[in-house]
């Protein structure tokens, strides 16, 4: 499916019941192509975090298309990888401090949802703390404390549920840094 408006989450419950939330979908996005191409069942849930508009496209539909059309197989092929490397960075990102993962996780969340404005790079996704925790692997409280930290910091700043960053540089540097040495 190809979402034409709103905003969803993808997610998945893990084997304590909790959410996990592995990524946010905007206009243009696409999910469910890999259940599309090899005909099993979705890897993870889509749940409408707004009112949705869709364009959902078939495998009986689509398989044809692509095989009399490679160029467009490479494209989903492409897609198929950037969504692979996304995962990748955010198995690693779990490895992190709760602090690198937060400022990773924030700079990640900017590059697919921000919007510079004169403030710094705002996040187009309005997310309770429980939600961002759900992405990040933490619990709320410990997003409260890290978006607070970060926010004394002066790297982000908190505007109503929406996040912007101030300072793209320094969270990176919190993002990288190694917390035994403080280095990066």
Do not use: W
Not at 42 to 50: G, L, P
Not at 86 to 92: D, K, T
Not at 112 to 127: A, E, F, I, P, Y
């Amino acid at each position: 499916m190809v979402l034409l408006a709103g905003r969803i989450k993808i997610t998945s419950v893990n084997a304590d019941a909790r959410e996990v939330v592995l990524n946010f979908l905007g206009v243009g996005d696409v999910n469910g192509e890999i259940a599309a191409l090899d005909g099993r069942e979705r890897t993870a849930d889509a749940v409408a975090m707004e009112a949705c508009e869709i364009f959902a496209v078939y495998a009986r539909d689509v398989i044809p298309i692509l095989i009399a059309h490679p160029s467009a197989l490479l494209e989903i092929v492409q897609v198929l990888c950037e969504k692979l490397r996304f995962a990748s960075a955010l198995i690693e990102d779990n490895t992190l401090e709760m602090r690198g993962r937060t400022a990773s996780g924030l700079l990640r969340l900017a590059q697919q949802h921000g919007r510079t404005s004169k403030q710094g790079v705002r996040l187009q996704l309005s997310l309770s703390q429980r939600e961002l925790g759900g992405y990040l692997g933490l619990s709320r409280e410990n997003v409260s404390r890290q978006l607070g930290q970060l926010k004394d910091a002066n790297v982000i700043k908190i505007d109503g549920s929406q996040i912007v960053i101030t300072d793209e540089l320094g969270l990176g540097a919190i993002a990288n840094a190694h917390p035994e040495t403080g280095r990066h």
